[in-house]
């Protein structure tokens, strides 16, 4: 074997070297960018969950809320209850978390204003009243708090 063709074989081997260590670095972004890409799917699939069980949830604090004192309705009222306690107990467990509102300055990012009000004795921009509870899953808001804001 001459010189010439051991220098050939030498870089034939170095290109093939080079060629599967392209590939090999290509594989493992590939392999980390469809991490990401599940992680990103896994989650926009909670937010979704999530998203359509907050009303069945606002529902049942609605009935809560509106059920008649009479005793007879006790039994329902705490079976109600409990079902809202456990709605609760696993949207924490996913990460969901509501957003403070009465007392609170509002914050563009976490609250939408539904109304302006006066005659409070409370700070220009202090929430005054919650309208509709907002929700954050993994610290972003998935759907912000509707609330009236003093002027």
Known sequence: MSNDELEEYKQKTEQYLNNWKRTAADFENYKKRQEKENRELIQFAQEVTVVKILPTLESLEQALKTSPPDERFQ??????????????????????????????KFNYELHEAVEMVDGTDQESGTITEEIQSGYKLNNKVIRPAKVKVKK
């Open 75 to 104: 039994n329902w009222s705490q079976g109600v209850l409990k079902i809202v306690q456990q709605l609760e107990k696993t949207l924490l467990e996913m990460g969901v978390e509501k957003i403070k509102t009465a007392g609170e």
